[in-house]
């Protein structure tokens, strides 16, 4: 199975204490290296020179190809964290918007923005790429402006006829012009706390795994790369419960190590109910 990915691979600063850090992230990214466990993977993104060659040369060792169109700069972001698990975001800079897709067409296509990079045109182009579509809303409903990241309101309409599309709870709300029987599955993260999950506009809820994270970056972009691996091959149900125990797994051990089989014994404790 052939999957490309597309959004813009970030430089992450992180702040914790009196520590500073960088490391390579972007929706895109967390998603392109899950979906690295179910099939043939590549990258649709847009960035700078001041990305380091040895985080590109990183994915390419996974197996990753890079399809990349240049910018002046790359998009950077500020993650500042707290002892309490909070963190403040910022914007640094933005690269451009990607402008061109390979040819072909591709079994899934992930689309992962994180600040804007998916034109209205860009993304019908992708539409026509995609046997199966699955799109995270954070992107597209962010502001391109440097500064405290600030989300805006969308037409949604554009969005439907997804196969799956992820949001976080509080990003829902910026959605108009859209129903959650718009697209096949709309799958609603609310971080540790139950989520919704929705089968042509059936809500059903789910209750993640409780566990002891330091970190929670890249959860939504690994869950949705997992949902729609295992929605390929299995039942709805069992593919959100697969999806979890999976995200709990990256969530627990910052990397990818862990077995399908962990991921399968896992799953049967996570709950998944109608709503």
């Not at 992180?14 to 179910?38: D, K, M, P, Q, W």
């Not at 860009?122 to 391109?144: M, S, T, Y």
Request: hydrophobic residues 40%; glycine residues 8%.
């Amino acid at each position: 199975m052939k999957c490309l990915v597309v959004g813009h691979i970030t430089r992450d600063v992180i702040l914790h204490g009196g520590a500073r850090t960088e490391r390579v992230g972007g929706g895109a990214y967390y998603s392109a290296i899950a979906a690295t466990r179910f099939c043939d993977v590549e990258i649709l993104t847009s960035i700078g020179k001041d990305i380091p060659r040895g985080w590109l040369e990183s994915l390419s060792e996974r197996g990753i190809k890079l399809h990349i169109s240049p910018s002046p700069t790359s998009t950077v972001y500020e993650l500042r964290y707290f002892d309490d698990g909070r963190r403040n975001l910022r914007l640094l800079s933005c690269a451009t918007s990607i402008d061109t897709v390979p040819e072909g067409r591709y079994d899934v296509v992930i689309i992962n923005p994180v600040a804007g990079e998916i034109t209205p045109k860009l993304l019908e182009e992708l539409k026509e790429k995609a046997e199966f579509l699955a799109l995270d809303v954070q992107g597209f409903i962010r502001r391109k402006k440097p500064g405290k990241v600030e989300s805006k309101e969308i037409d949604a309409s554009r969005l439907k006829g997804a196969d799956v599309l992820h949001a976080d709870v509080s990003e829902l709300g910026h959605l108009k012009n859209f129903d959650p029987s718009d697209v096949d599955v709309l799958l609603v993260s609310s971080g540790p706390e139950s989520g919704k999950a929705y089968l042509h506009g059936i809500p059903y809820r789910y209750y993640p795994l409780k566990i002891d994270v330091k970190e929670s970056t890249g959860a939504g972009d690994v869950f949705l790369a997992a949902f729609t691996g295992f929605h390929r091959s299995c039942s709805f149900i069992q593919a959100v419960k697969r999806a979890n125990a999976f995200t709990a797994l990256f969530l627990k051990y910052r990397n990818l190590g862990f077995c399908m089989t962990d991921v399968s014994e896992l799953a049967a404790k996570v709950r998944v109910e109608r709503a």
